[in-house]
């Protein structure tokens, strides 16, 4: 069974769709305890994501967010291609 991959689910406000970002378990683990506050001061902050690029979240436009489990196959911003066969980098 596949390692299960983390994501930021963010619900803005004015938008009827979440943003959903893949994180790393390091990534997830740090931003846990942290986005209650990042949330509840309205917070410009920089959240790394599992691919290594980095995205800044306004939480001001923020009305909730979440951590979760992504499906094994989904496609998010952030997520790591996988590679398949003999390609190499």
């Known amino acids: 069974m596949a390692d299960p991959k983390h994501a930021l689910v963010l619900h803005m406000t004015g938008s009827g769709e979440p943003v959903v970002f893949a994180l790393s378990d390091e990534v997830a683990r740090e931003l846990a305890p942290r986005l209650p506050e990042l949330l509840s001061a309205a917070k410009v902050d920089s959240v790394g994501l599992a691919d290594g690029a980095s995205v800044a ?4 436009h923020v009305v909730t967010a979440h951590l979760d489990e992504l499906p094994p196959n989904a496609r998010v911003y952030g997520t790591v291609a996988r590679r398949h066969g003999f390609a190499v980098s």
Not at 57 to 60: E, Y
Request: glycine share 0%.
């Open 57 to 60: 979240v306004n939480f001001a």
